[in-house]
């Protein structure tokens, strides 16, 4: 069964544009509702998150009148990370979970991703279930079997609590002083609450949200003002979160910045030597660097590579039977604790690596050398499909031709924006541009 509806990570779109309208959502709730109560059981409950954006509010109603019209029972969280409803469906014994969000995207964007009850996204058989429903007429709840609606006012709270609990016991984080960027996204409390009740002297940026300014100028995405008040203030370390929190990137005390790559290969070294990774193995995505994988190979450590999307690297381990894995953008997934990538919980992971080595985070943010790697973005337009043009597929060719034995090329569509995303790698940096420039501007001409 196809989808066209879900992308990688959920729905997502330009907000009151299709496809993130109120309308999608309210189809949407009252499909994933009616897939849930399938078996025509009461009592159903879904919880609800949502991130900073001002179209938060609209998706929200919208799915809320959806799901309650198939009486489903509507718990809402408010801001709260995404992580935070991987946790709280399975711990709320809800059947669904759905967090809004549009991640690292600008504030225009908005999203929707679902959980299943074990607190782990959908696979792509249910959201493909469940959008062949959205086009059939689905059957509303009697009357008196209509769900009811009511906020969860502890749920960040609780997620706090599991967070703290992940560090090792009598580790805490006093004497460190730590630049909290949380991107005026949905950690801008919890993040700064969390580092502060475990001793840490936390600098926030990034935590007046006012519905338009989410992953603007701040964040994971764009680390250059955290890196700059690192400097300024003289932090030991800086956490920067994308809107949703999934997402971490790493700033040393110098301000050079550590993607998803270096922080997965720290944790993978120091687990390994701990006996604690399990599989022996870090599944990441095709996106990692190269100088990761050789690397790992080094500490006798395997790398499984995955499709891109934490939703698949989490779909590995879990077949695989593996607690480590990840994306080079800094979705960091650790099992062991939660069901999704986490950006504050793997922060404080490396906070705690801090503490217990006593050793700076530019040591322990530097573990390999990245092979040169060239990742550009070209946008085409909504029904344009370049990478089907003769112009294009002849372009990408003649550059595998051209990196054959020295490097390797990566094409492909993003699945969640309008996007063509072209990366190479390779140690002649030379060759490495032209090849990218040259399948750049086949995709432009075609877009």
């Known amino acids: 069964m196809a989808r066209t509806l879900f992308g990688t990570d959920g729905v997502r779109g330009r907000a009151n544009s299709h496809p993130m309208t109120a309308d999608m959502a309210l189809r949407l709730g009252a499909a994933a509702g009616r897939y849930f109560r399938r078996d025509g059981s009461a009592g ?23 799901l309650t019209s198939t009486g489903m029972n509507v718990l809402l969280l408010s801001p709260v990370p995404t992580p935070a409803v991987g946790m709280l469906t399975p711990s709320l014994r809800a059947d669904l979970g759905i967090m809004i969000s549009a991640s690292h995207n600008p504030a225009e964007d908005n999203g929707i991703k679902l959980f299943g009850p074990d607190g782990f996204k959908l696979s792509d058989e249910a ?45 805490r984080l006093d004497g460190l002083k730590v630049v909290c960027d949380c991107a005026n996204g949905a950690a801008y409390r919890t993040a700064p609450e969390v580092l502060w009740e475990l001793g840490a002297e936390v600098i926030p940026m990034g935590v007046a949200p006012n519905g338009h300014n989410i992953n603007d100028g701040c964040g994971s995405t764009k680390p250059e003002a955290a890196a700059a008040l690192i400097r300024e203030t003289g932090a030991d370390v800086g956490i920067c979160l994308d809107g949703d929190a999934d997402r971490v990137i790493l700033i040393d005390e110098a301000g050079q910045v550590a993607d998803g790559d270096q922080i997965m290969a720290l944790f993978a070294e120091r687990w390994a030597r701990e006996g604690r990774l399990r599989g022996g193995m870090l599944a990441a995505t095709v996106m990692s660097n190269l100088g990761l994988e050789r690397h790992l190979k080094g500490q006798g450590i395997a ?49 705690a690596a801090m503490v217990g080595s006593g050793e700076p985070a530019s040591v322990l943010a530097r573990r ?34 051209r990196l054959e034995g020295a490097g390797r090329l990566l094409i492909r569509k993003s699945g969640t924006e309008p996007l063509i995303r072209v990366m190479a790698e390779a140690e002649d940096e030379a060759l490495m541009a032209a090849v990218v420039d040259d399948i750049v501007g086949a995709v432009e001409a075609a877009a």
């Not at 509303?140 to 997620?159: Q, S, T």
């Not at 390999?368 to 060719?397: C, H, M, W």
Request: proline letters at 5%; hydrophobic letters at 40%; zero cysteines.
């Open 44 to 66: 159903n409950r879904v919880v609800i998150g949502k991130d900073t954006r001002l179209s938060g509010y609209m998706l929200e109603n919208a799915l809320t009148a959806g």
């Open 127 to 171: 959201e493909a279930e469940i959008e062949a429903m959205m086009v059939t007429d689905i059957p509303p709840a009697p009357a008196n079997e209509i769900g009811r609606a009511k906020h969860v006012y502890d749920g960040r709270f609780r997620y706090n609590e599991r967070v703290k609990s992940t560090l090792p016991p009598g580790i």
């Open 303 to 351: 790398l499984h590579r995955t499709a891109v999307g934490d939703r698949y690297v989490v779909e590995a381990m879990r077949s695989k039977g593996l607690n480590l894995g990840g994306e080079q953008s800094g979705h960091i997934v650790m099992t062991d604790y939660a069901t999704t990538g986490d950006g504050l919980m793997a922060g404080l992971q490396f906070l």
């Open 368 to 401: 390999f050398e990245t092979v040169p790697q060239l990742l550009k973005n070209v946008r085409y337009s909504v029904g344009a499909t370049p990478l089907e043009t003769d112009g294009v597929q002849a372009a990408i060719r003649a550059g595998e031709a």
